[in-house]
């Protein structure tokens, strides 16, 4: 069974490629948002304080799914708050209407992580990715 977060079925091996290029390639998008194709509301750049706000909130939910048993039932009284971080980047980066506050690229990427999170493992390897993807916005220059 292909794993979007592991290379391993055991999940005892994540995905390097996900803390490295992939990683530095969405801190770039963040930082050089293509403009928009259609007339609509602008793709601005992610802020440095929209970075932390979201950074925030799953460290957050990583605090609580740290302190959860080994119980896999436990899981799912926390999947629905990590799903909702979906809703709160599509209030920030709205597809039309009011302005974004954050990039396209960066909704896609929380959707992108978000629908690949199955249980506790895979949370803990999305929180690592966006660790990284966190080190490489500030690497490069993001502000």
């Not at 995905?15 to 050089?32: H, N, P, Q, R, V």
């Not at 909704?107 to 966006?130: G, Q």
Request: with cysteine; charged share 35%.
């Amino acid at each position: 069974m292909a794993n979007y977060f592991y290379d391993d079925d055991e999940k005892e091996r994540i995905k390097e490629t996900l803390l490295t290029g992939k990683a530095k390639a969405w801190a770039e998008s963040f930082i050089k948002p293509k403009p928009p194709k259609e007339r609509g509301p602008k793709n601005p750049k992610l802020t440095s304080a929209q970075l932390r706000r979201f950074h925030g909130e799953a460290k957050k939910l990583e605090e609580q799914v740290n302190n959860l048993g080994d119980d896999k039932r436990d899981f799912s009284k926390i999947r629905p708050l990590i799903k909702m971080l979906k809703s709160k980047v599509a209030y920030a980066c709205p597809i039309t209407g009011s302005e974004r506050k954050v990039p396209e690229e960066f909704r896609k990427y929380i959707e992108e992580m978000i629908d690949n999170i199955n249980d506790a493992k895979d949370f803990k390897a999305f929180a690592l990715c966006f660790e990284s993807v966190v080190g490489f916005f500030y690497g490069q220059g993001g502000r």
